[in-house]
């Protein structure tokens, strides 16, 4: 498509990182009819779709250009090369030319935005491309603006009909016959995602398939089990020594490898389990290879055998399955060796216990973002609780990222990822306020889940210069929504800021604009799901550790990247990475300190709480230790108040905070963060590769400042160790004094608590710690200086 296309400016970006309220019109009524070009075009009934009801209604002009027949052959060459050129106002579009075809197809889908129409007449030309000189004209079909047909979903898809060609001036019918469908839509239709757009007007090439809006699905992941039990008659090259054998197991690029048998022997024993990521179709190998190790440097391999996937089992359940025994392989003997191969009178065997693991949920992005939590066998899955739908409606704002003709430029397109499906925006060509409106639906399994959205600059347009074949898409920014804050049934229609943080500072990209909303299915499962375990209970029942699960998490990333980037349009890997937070695990100063703060805070209500019950025992204000004090007797003398009271304040709490409740999602949070007054320099830190790339001076600077947070760290830690310490040397007699002294008055406290009741015991202790200040002395307590006099190990260490 050939048009000029209008360059908006670029709007001052204010630093707001606030979210916004927006009011979009969405939820209007999808009409169809005509009134706008006359009675029988397009709006003026009063048809209602629920369709597309979160997004701004935006119509199209539909061409579809499936085939022509008859075509007049060209006198030179006897044949013709046809094409179709589309032309709308200013605006043409046309299809890819068959060379020596008479009865062409295309099946092609061209889209015209309503608000670029400035034209009352649609023209189709049919072309003969000629390598010389002008094409040649073999015929064209007119149509009036004020005929076109509406169609809005689930109306069936217009019929296309066959339509005689006319000469260049219109006076009269021509051999030959094209066959098209021309109706207004909007973004609702089926032909949406699959038609060239008007303002898509220089890309050719593979960029049209890049900027087309996509729906994709991440492949279905397995994890594999394979338990290495044992292995018979396994003969080392060099017969004078035992072997110290091992087992190496590959899948893929996945590698693993088991300890040395502990003895070494002919007949060594494992009976270890080695966990890998298989992603259906299974493609590739379950690869094991026996090695001997003859050297610290060296293996020798003895055998090997290569199985492939589709013959092991798939397990749903803890239940063991049954192993086999697999004849290994004599490494080294090919095709040519057949005499030595008959020399073997035996083979030795390996011992192998394999499954594909239904019962376990494959993580493949960061655990405190998880979109997913089901099983891998579909069997395993329960019915969904709720309904899921987001419109994509624009973004404003954004920031330009890259050069193009002197000037910035951005050709944004928003990714949305939840569960296993992934969903693409078309991509709106060199604007930084583009608009989507674009709606998309998931089922929900699981409301504690969370929803994340991107934005990202097209790289791959198809009119890249030469060597810039290895282009990245950008990134612009992205968001997260937690479903389980949203309230349901509720339209949420906010402006979510892109913050990114650069090696440079915190930088709002723009901001995304989006319209929500969850709808709860079933309350009871809702209730049901609350007291559920997060992950099916293989997690629980056989559990993987902290390093298994991290390493098995990358690899399935890997896997589900590869695989994307194969997709077309693909999915771009530095996409699928960003969206699923590949490098959440990477040391940050700044998210060091925002975690440490955000401990602090939750420490705070009880500094609070301890602080106030100072002040009631220094009687700070009369009035509050009057009242607790009158509280603390009521509570001793009818104790069974105790709970139903602390349940009732609760309930009161609960329900006086509703008044202050979000009306919000939560968003990203720059003070918590600590992205607002963070370090250049831990902010170079944070963004340097691993590993490192920096200069020594910087890195032994770096480390140094490391060293110093980790010398404090310990200091705490060591404090902690030393008061636990000194509670477990009250009875362990490393102080044979204290130890007796306390021995002794336990002794006495368990004759007085034998003979005294409970009430007045409380009642005593209650009233000492409530007494007033005049009885109170300034230093510290008997048994905090007992305590503090006990012994720790702190003496043992070096």
Same mark, same amino acid.
């Given at each position: ?10 709007? *001052? ?20 009819? /005509? ?21 701004? =209604? ?65 023209? @189709? ?7 010389v000189g002008r094409d040649d004209y ?6 009036d603006m004020n005929e076109v047909p ?18 260049? #001036? /219109? ?6 016959? @094209? ?74 690029? =996945? ?5 040395? *048998? ?61 192993? #086999? ?6 490494? /080294? ?13 035996? *083979? ?19 655990t405190m973002y998880i979109s997913d939590?089901?099983?891998?066998? #579909? ?12 419109? @994509? ?122 319209? @929500?909303?969850?709808?709860?299915? *079933? ?24 390093? =298994? ?250």
């Open positions: 498509m050939q048009h000029h296309v209008s360059h908006q400016p670029h709007q *001052s970006n204010q630093e707001n990182f606030d979210l916004a309220d927006t009011t979009p019109q969405i939820g209007d009524r999808w009409i169809s009819g /005509g009134a706008a070009f006359g009675g029988r075009g397009w709006m003026n009934a009063d048809r209602i779709t629920s369709t597309y009801d979160l997004v701004e =209604q935006t119509y199209y002009l539909y061409v579809r250009v499936v085939k022509a027949k008859d075509l007049p052959p060209s006198a030179l060459t006897a044949s013709c090369d046809p094409y179709v050129e589309v032309k709308l106002g200013n605006y043409k579009g046309r299809t890819k030319h068959f060379e020596r075809k008479v009865n062409p197809e295309w099946n092609q889908v061209f889209a015209f935005s309503k608000e670029r129409i400035q034209s009352s007449i649609l023209e @189709i030309f049919v072309k003969d491309k000629e390598m073999l015929g064209k079909v007119v149509f509406t169609r809005v979903p689930p109306d069936s898809p217009l019929a296309p009909q066959w339509y005689r060609l006319e000469d260049r #001036r /219109g006076g009269g019918k021509v051999r030959g016959d @094209i066959m098209v469908a021309v109706w207004m839509g909007t973004q609702a239709d089926e032909a949406f995602s699959e038609a060239w757009h008007s303002d898509a007007a220089f890309v050719y090439g593979e960029g049209v398939l890049n900027i087309r809006s996509k729906v994709y699905v991440s492949p279905k992941l397995w994890y594999l089990r394979v338990n290495v039990i044992e292995a018979q008659d396994v003969i080392p090259n060099d017969k004078t020594r035992l072997p110290e054998v091992s087992v190496k197991v590959q899948v893929g690029s =996945q590698v693993l490898k088991t300890k040395i *048998s502990p003895a070494r022997t002919l007949n060594p024993l494992w009976n270890e389990d080695l966990v890998f990521i298989a992603a259906e179709p299974f493609e590739e190998q379950l690869v094991l290879t026996v090695e001997d190790r003859v050297h610290p440097t060296r293996d020798d391999v003895l055998g090997m055998i290569s199985l492939p996937l589709t013959m092991f089992e798939k397990r749903l359940d803890h239940r063991p399955v049954h192993s #086999r025994w697999f004849n290994l392989e004599k490494f /080294g003997f090919g095709a040519l060796e057949v005499d030595r191969r008959k020399e073997l009178k035996f *083979s030795s065997r390996i011992h192998l216990r394999v499954c594909l693991e239904g019962g376990y949920h494959v993580l493949d992005e960061s939590q089901r099983p891998t066998a #579909r069997q395993l899955w329960k019915q969904p609780i709720g309904i899921l739908e987001v419109g @994509i409606l624009s973004a404003k704002g954004l920031l330009p990222m890259k050069m193009k003709d002197r000037h910035g430029s951005t050709d944004a397109y928003c990714v949305a990822k939840y569960g296993q499906k992934w969903v693409r925006t078309r991509t709106i060509l060199d604007t930084f306020s583009p608009k989507w409106n674009e709606q998309y639906t998931w089922e929900v399994y699981d409301p504690c889940t969370v929803i994340t959205l991107g934005v990202f600059d097209n790289c791959h347009l198809g009119n890249e210069k030469q060597g810039t074949t290895s282009a990245r898409d950008s990134k612009i920014g992205k968001v997260r929504i937690r479903l389980s804050t949203l309230e349901a049934h509720r339209i949420y229609k906010h402006s979510y800021p892109l913050l990114v943080l650069h090696p440079s500072g915190l930088k709002n990209m723009g901001d995304l604009q989006l319209a @929500i909303r969850f709808t709860n299915l *079933s309350v009871a499962n809702m209730i049901y799901l609350y007291g559920h375990p997060l992950l099916p209970k293989m997690h629980y029942l056989n559990p993987f550790t902290v390093n =298994q699960v991290d390493n098995l998490r990358y690899q399935a990333m890997n896997i589900v990247a590869v695989r994307l980037g194969r997709a077309e349009p693909p999915l771009r890997k530095e996409v699928v990475e960003y969206m699923l937070d590949v490098d959440s695990h990477m040391w940050s100063m700044r998210r060091s300190k925002a975690n440490f703060f955000r401990i602090m805070s939750l420490l705070s209500g009880l500094f609070t709480v301890n602080r106030w019950f100072g002040d009631v025992c220094h009687w700070k204000n009369p009035i509050t230790s009057v009242l607790v004090h009158i509280l603390f007797l009521i509570l001793i003398w009818y104790p069974e108040l105790i709970l139903p009271t602390s349940f009732l304040y609760m309930f009161l709490i609960g329900l006086w905070n509703y008044r202050f409740r979000p009306r919000h999602p939560p968003h990203m949070d720059t003070k918590l963060s600590w992205a607002e007054a963070v370090h250049p320099d831990e902010l170079d830190e944070e963004f340097d590769t691993f590993p490192t790339s920096r200069p020594q001076d910087t890195v032994r600077l770096r480390y140094d400042r490391l060293r110093s947070v980790a010398g404090r760290i310990q200091t705490v830690v060591g404090d902690i160790a030393t008061q636990g310490e000194r509670f477990q040397s009250l009875l362990s007699w490393r102080d044979p004094r204290a130890t007796s002294f306390f021995i002794m008055f336990c002794l006495c406290a368990a004759m007085v608590l034998y003979v005294t009741p409970f009430r007045v015991v409380a009642l005593v202790a209650g009233l000492y710690l409530l007494r007033h200040p005049r009885f109170r002395s300034k230093l510290p307590a008997v048994p905090s200086n007992f305590f503090k006099r006990l012994p720790a190990q702190s003496d043992s260490l070096l």
